[in-house]
Each structure stands twice: as structure tokens, then as C-alpha cells.
T-cell receptor
Framework: AQSVTQPDIHITVSEGASLELRCNYSYGATPYLFWYVQSPGQGLQLLLKYFSGDTLVQGIKGFEAEFKRSQSSFNLRKPSVHWSDAAEYFCAVGVRAGGTSYGKLTFGQGTILTVHP | DTAVSQTPKYLVTQMGNDKSIKCEQNLGHDTMYWYKQDSKKFLKIMFSYNNKELIINETVPNRFSPKSPDKAHLNLHINSLELGDSAVYFC????????????????FGSGTRLTVV
């Protein structure tokens, strides 16, 4: 069965510093990978996704992620963090649902990002 | 215009009651989902429907009954509410599997926070 691990439960960075959030997945086939952000009391907003092709994916709000098949990783990065980036970040793998052509997301447990001024 | 809208946003109710959460999407998607986010922020799929047909039922107690009157709506009815049902419930939608290259993946609503007392 597929799984997603986000090793860091909570990360604190200073505003303007660079950021990397780690994500490792386990899935036997070609992974479809996503990063979502959840601000307090809000829904999930898609930051970026990887389906195929270029392994470096650009997303919204200045985020990027790199798919590394050899490491089963899809880490999220941002060169300079803004205070408004404080939120919880979820990595997810999209998989086909049991013998169907339909999909579902399996999420990691999330990483809370705190940004210090 | 809100792409995926859920009502109500907050729901507080007593154990044993029956309640419903409604979801509507105006994206023209044909597949809709319910996800549950528990108190530890862990997100897990519950159901998915494609064009009113049940596709995924992820071992959810039969007190939970989704209903899809048309492909733009997916409601969740919960009978005999229990304390453990307290969670945030997210509705989502996608075009077909949500995993087509070049597609938009999954769009989530802002969630319904259910508190059972």
C-alpha cells in the first residue's frame, strides 16, 4: 500500500531564510505527487504537483519541489520565506483506487511551518 | 465564485443526532470526494463519486451515507453521531481521476468542522 512520510512535524524559520520541507513516499508505480498548504481554519490549497516530465516543478507563491525517484522524495523548497507562509503543509501521493481508473490522495501527516520576524 | 463550497462551516451537535453536510462544485468536474481530517490533522479519504456513482468507499462505518443527486453535488449524512466523529470534513472535486497529466488535480473546499458533544 502507498504511504507518505513527512519527517518534520514542526519547522521554524526566520523571515527571509530559505525553506525545505521533506516528503518521502512509498508507492510501487509511477507516483503523482502533490503539495498542499492549509492556513489556520482554511481549506487545502494546491501549491504544485508532479505528474511526469521535468523533475523540478514550479508552483504558486514562489514554491518549487523536486522529484527524486532514487530517493523516493518530493521535497518542497522556497528561497526566501515570508511571514504569510506560516501554515501547515501536506505532501500527498495520488494513486489509482483499487482496480479502477479513478484516483485518490494519500496524505502525509503534515509539517507546521512557523515564521519568526 | 467559490469553486467547491461546503455548508455549514461549523456544526456542533449532541451524540446520537443525525446531521448532514452539503457540498457543491461549480468547476464542471465529474468526480467528488469526502475526506476526513482528524484531531491530529491526518487526512484520509472516505468516499468518492463519479457522475453520481459510488467509486470509493474506504471502510467507513455505515452510519455515514453519501448522496450525490447530480455530479455537481455530494452530500454527507451521518446517523447516530458519536464523539469520535468530531473532525473536519473536506469535500473535493476533480475531473475524472484527478491524475491526468496537464490536469488540475484536486480542488478542496474550506472544510466543515464537526464537533460532537
Amino acid at each position: 500500500a502507498q504511504s507518505v512520510t513527512q519527517p518534520d512535524i514542526h519547522i521554524t524559520v526566520s523571515e527571509g531564510a530559505s525553506l525545505e520541507l521533506r516528503c518521502n513516499y512509498s508507492y510501487g508505480a509511477t507516483p503523482y505527487l502533490f503539495w498542499y498548504v492549509q492556513s489556520p481554519g482554511q481549506g487545502l490549497q494546491l501549491l504544485l504537483k508532479y505528474f511526469s516530465g521535468d523533475t523540478l516543478v514550479q508552483g504558486i507563491k514562489g514554491f518549487e519541489a523536486e522529484f527524486k525517484r532514487s530517493q523516493s522524495s518530493f521535497n518542497l523548497r522556497k528561497p526566501s520565506v515570508h511571514w504569510s507562509d506560516a501554515a501547515e503543509y501536506f505532501c500527498a501521493v495520488g494513486v489509482r483506487a483499487g482496480g479502477t481508473s479513478y484516483g485518490k490522495l494519500t496524505f502525509g501527516q503534515g509539517t507546521i511551518l512557523t515564521v519568526h520576524p | 465564485d467559490t469553486a467547491v463550497s461546503q455548508t455549514p462551516k461549523y456544526l456542533v451537535t449532541q451524540m446520537g443526532n443525525d446531521k448532514s453536510i452539503k457540498c457543491e462544485q461549480n468547476l464542471g468536474h465529474d468526480t467528488m470526494y469526502w475526506y476526513k481530517q482528524d484531531s491530529k490533522k491526518f487526512l484520509k479519504i472516505m468516499f468518492s463519486y463519479n457522475n453520481k456513482e459510488l467509486i470509493i468507499n474506504e471502510t467507513v462505518p455505515n452510519r455515514f451515507s453519501p448522496k450525490s443527486p447530480d455530479k455537481a453535488h455530494l452530500n454527507l449524512h451521518i446517523n447516530s453521531l458519536e464523539l469520535g466523529d468530531s473532525a473536519v470534513y473536506f469535500c473535493a472535486s476533480s475531473h475524472l481521476s484527478g491524475l491526468a497529466p496537464g490536469g488540475y488535480g484536486y480542488t478542496f473546499g474550506s472544510g466543515t468542522r464537526l464537533t460532537v458533544v
